[in-house]
């Protein structure tokens, strides 16, 4: 087993707006948006949105922030997400687990290479059918999806800024060792360090 290089610390987003092409669902019941994380270690994070009747408009507009790890094995990895219906009547007084409607994939490395690295897009839920057929004439149902992927810097540029302050507080201007550091000239140096940090 191989080491893995820490890439960067990631804030990642993710989305999940709204589904179309649900058509073909007649029964009652609720529709939910499963989706899968790698944790590292062959371990993964399963998240559900919340549930929604059949009968609604088909849009959750959820969102959940997370910090990522972004290692070398981070860019082999994907997004997993799962169109899954629940029946809502209770069977023998219990309701009962859920059923996958359909599944997409989005690899890391495709939200990464995107512009600004945000990716915003519909992705076709493929069935999972035992034979493996897709239902003829049945369009397939599709998911709004975005994924934003951000480097976290702000802890670093905010310790390298209070270092700078630090440095500007000593540099004699109470103590009178021929530096101009009046309190004009005090904000220009703040107000530049600040807009180096941007």
Known sequence: MGIQRQLSSLACELRVIQAKNTEFIKTTGNLFVRYHLSAGGNKSIRLNTREISTKSDHIWNESI???????DSFLQETVVFELRW???VPVFGRIGGSQLLGRAEIPWKEVLESPNMELDKWV???PR??????????KLPKLQIGIK???QAEVGMEKRRQRRAKKWDECGC????????????????ALAAVLEAF
Request: hydrophobic share 25%; charged share 20%; glycine share 14%.
């Open 65 to 71: 922030s997370l910090e990522c790890n972004g290692t």
């Open 129 to 138: 059918s035992t034979s493996g057929d897709a239902l003829e004439g049945v």
């Open 174 to 189: 109470e103590d009178g060792h021929g530096y101009d550091c009046s309190h004009s000239y005090y904000d220009i140096f």
């Open 86 to 88: 629940r029946n809502t």
């Open 124 to 126: 076709t839920m493929v």
């Open 149 to 151: 992927v951000g480097v």
